[in-house]
Nanobody, 125 residues
Framework: QLQLVESGGGLVQPGGSLRLSCAASGFTLGYDAIGWFRQAPGKEREGVSCISSSGGSTNYADSVKGRFTISRDNAKNTVYLQMNSLKPEDTAIYYC??????????????????WGRGTQVTVSS
């Protein structure tokens, strides 16, 4: 019953854009810090971005700063990741996660309690 569902992934050309959505069901997302993570084949999961419960604090991995923007609409129980100027190295499965313990932005996968199933992002010409 407590679920996070990502959507918006797909195939895009280098330089293109995608907007990922993370919708919560069974709980109120506005109480939780939310993180976006990604994992490419053969690589460890890495943090991409996080946002505090209020949306007042955000953080980004160096590799995506200036290109990705995390935001949330607590009234819609949804968090977004706007991805611009996409590069082939951005290709990965992207996951959103919710922390029930932390309200501030946290950037460690071990701090998150609920995970979505992931959505595939492929950047290729």
């Amino acid at each position: 019953q407590l679920q996070l569902v990502e959507s918006g992934g797909g195939l895009v050309q280098p330089g293109g854009s995608l907007r990922l959505s993370c919708a919560a069901s069974g709980f109120t997302l506005g109480y939780d810090a939310i993180g976006w993570f990604r994992q490419a084949p053969g690589k460890e999961r890495e943090g991409v971005s996080c946002i505090s419960s209020s949306g007042g604090s955000t953080n980004y991995a160096d590799s995506v700063k200036g290109r990705f923007t995390i935001s949330r609409d607590n009234a819609k129980n949804t968090v977004y990741l706007q991805m611009n100027s996409l590069k082939p190295e951005d290709t990965a499965i992207y996951y959103c996660a919710a922390s029930k313990l932390f309200r501030l932005c946290v950037f460690n996968a071990g701090e998150y309690d609920y995970w979505g199933r992931g959505t595939q992002v492929t950047v290729s010409s």
